[in-house]
């Protein structure tokens, strides 16, 4: 029995014209920036965006990353995206305001204590 597309498949085999099950593309669907995945009788794909990036299709940069590549730390945010391992983008507390790093490389926004 074949109408239904299996898991990390997409596509309507039933429909009238049918439209062939093709499989989850992460370059395609998701711009290489995360994983495309679907349940079984599912007729597209989602994302599951790679830190840092957030959007259907993961084409925009998620709160708190900024850049082309949004691996940078955005204002207000802390954290070191580019190391390995990464250290995620958080957001510094009220008791902290953020200041860039005097290094850009780093990616990294500095928390430090209010004057």
């Known amino acids: 029995n074949c109408d239904t597309c299996a898991a990390n498949f997409m596509g309507n085999p039933t429909a009238a014209p049918a439209v062939p099950c093709t499989a989850c593309d992460d370059a395609a669907d998701c711009n290489g920036k995360g994983n495309s995945t679907s349940v079984a009788g599912s007729s597209s794909c989602t994302c599951d965006c790679d830190a840092g990036w957030q959007g259907a299709a993961c084409d925009a940069c998620a709160p708190g ?16 995206p580019t190391a390995a391992p ?26 430090t204590p209010r004057a």
């Not at 995620?88 to 928390?111: H, V």
């Open 65 to 80: 990353y900024e850049g082309a590549n949004c691996d940078t730390c955005a204002a207000n945010f802390m954290g070191n």
């Open 86 to 111: 990464a250290v995620p983008c958080t957001a510094c507390d009220d008791r902290f305001r953020a200041r860039r790093a005097t290094t850009p490389q780093t990616a990294m926004a500095r928390a």
